[in-house]
C-alpha cells in the first residue's frame, strides 16, 4: 500500500506544481515522472532507515515521499538546460 501511496503523492505534486506555474514549459509527464520518481526515492530511503515501511502508510514515510518529489522537481527545473 506505501509504495502505491507514493506514486499518488508523486502524481498530486506534478499537478500542484503544473497548477501554480501554468506557464512553465514542459508537459505535465514529464513533471509527473521525475515527480514520482522523487517521491519514491524518499519513501525508500525512510525504508532503509527503518523510518517507514512500504506495507503501511506511516507520516512520517509519506512526508519523505513528499520532501522527494518536491525536491526532484526543483532540482530538474533548476539544471534543466534549455
Known amino acids: 500500500m506505501g509504495l502505491f501511496a507514493w506514486l499518488i503523492i508523486g502524481i498530486l505534486v506534478a499537478g500542484a506544481v503544473k497548477m501554480l506555474r501554468p ?3 514542459g508537459a505535465f509527464s514529464i513533471a509527473a515522472v521525475i515527480a514520482i ?3 519514491l526515492i524518499g519513501g525508500y530511503v525512510c525504508a532503509i532507515f527503518s ?3 512500504l506495507t ?6 509519506l512526508l519523505a515521499a513528499l520532501v522527494g518529489s518536491l ?3 526543483f ?8
Open 23 to 25: 506557464a512553465s514549459s
Open 37 to 39: 520518481a522523487g517521491a
Open 51 to 53: 523510518i517507514g515501511t
Open 56 to 61: 503501511t502508510l506511516e507520516p512520517r514515510a
Open 71 to 73: 525536491l526532484f522537481l
Open 75 to 82: 532540482l530538474f527545473r533548476k539544471l534543466r538546460i534549455n
